[in-house]
């Protein structure tokens, strides 16, 4: 069973940074794309930013000159550096990532983790 554990969230002051962590465990083949979304209180899951297993980027419009996506394959692990922070990137942040555990590639979720950025 894959377990994914998200780490670095918190408070912090607009204009401050976080780095978010996420790390796979359990028996696994392969870790394919590596995701972080965001939902805010009344609003839909949204993706933040993507990265595959070759390394290939992608983010929101709306964080793509602050925030960046990173990968350790040999840590099982997808990071999220957040810069300039603003109160709008107030949201739970979770790490989605496609494992491979030895019966094909399934989608995993992370449990959720708290960013406040306040004014």
């Known amino acids: 069973q894959v377990r994914l554990v998200e780490s670095g969230g918190g408070l912090v002051q607009a204009g401050g940074s976080l780095r978010l962590s996420c790390a796979a465990s359990?028996?696994?083949?392969?870790?394919?794309?590596m995701a972080w979304y965001r939902q805010a209180p009344g609003k839909q899951r949204e993706l933040v930013a993507i990265?595959?297993?070759?390394?290939?980027?992608n983010s929101a419009e709306s964080v793509r000159d602050r925030f960046t996506i990173s990968r350790d394959n040999s840590k099982n692990t997808v990071y999220l550096q957040m810069n300039s922070l603003k109160p709008e990137d107030t949201s739970v942040y979770y790490c989605?990532?496609?494992?491979?555990?030895?019966?094909?590639?399934?989608?995993?979720w992370g449990q959720g983790i708290q960013v406040t950025a306040s004014s």
């Open positions: 989605y990532a496609v494992v491979d555990y030895g019966s094909g590639p399934v989608g995993a």
């Open positions: 359990g028996t696994i083949s392969r870790i394919y794309t």
């Open positions: 990265i595959d297993s070759g390394e290939n980027r």
